[in-house]
């Protein structure tokens, strides 16, 4: 791991303090654990594809890690999918032991990857739909499509949120519409 390039930006510190305002040491606790199981997933997919890591930066859309050595679409997809599928299965796994704090992080785990998954940039479901739309469209029809999308899911969220009164939820979705439209805040 020699000169593995490892940066914390300022906007990760304001995503753990927005988890610890929210739920506390527990959720911050919750929230790193699948975090982790998260990113050990597309690391284990890059192993097997035989990518090379050549940094990780945490980010206030969580950690980003740089590779190198992917040669297909096939393998590049492979890798952001194993992400939130390593999460779902850890989540299964804390179910199934019916201890509490391992359910509250399973909970928490499961919900992180289908947020994950929403079609919104930086995040995995946004690249995958990038290279789904890419395969099927002019490229920048496809950007106009996913930023649609991405602001729909971030309405979606916005809306849910003030409808069940969670300002974590609001400020989600608010947080969603700002990386589908300002690419620059990625």
Not at 111 to 124: C, E, G, K, T, Y
Not at 131 to 153: D, H, I, K, N, S
């Amino acid at each position: 791991m020699a000169g593995l390039a490892l940066t914390v930006s300022p906007g990760f510190l304001l995503l753990a303090a927005g988890v610890y305002f929210v739920g506390g040491t527990g959720a911050l606790a919750a929230f790193g654990a699948a975090a982790l199981v998260h990113e050990l997933g597309h690391l284990t997919a890059m192993f097997l594809v035989g990518a090379t890591v050549r940094g990780i930066r945490v980010t206030a859309c969580g950690p980003v890690i740089e590779y190198s050595g992917v040669t297909t679409r096939r393998e590049e997809m492979g890798i952001l999918a194993a992400g939130p599928l390593a999460a779902i299965f850890f989540a299964v796994l804390c179910f199934i032991t019916d201890v509490p704090f391992l359910c509250y992080t399973g909970a928490i785990a499961l919900l992180a990857a289908m947020f994950n998954l929403l079609p919104v940039l930086p995040m995995d479901g946004g690249r995958l739909a990038q290279y789904a739309l890419e395969a099927a469209m002019p490229e920048r029809a496809a950007q106009l499509v996913l930023r649609a999308m991405g602001t729909a899911c971030a309405l979606g969220v916005l809306a849910t949120g003030v409808y069940i009164r969670s300002i974590a939820a609001a400020a989600a979705g608010i947080w969603m519409g700002m990386l589908a439209n300002f690419p620059q805040m990625r």
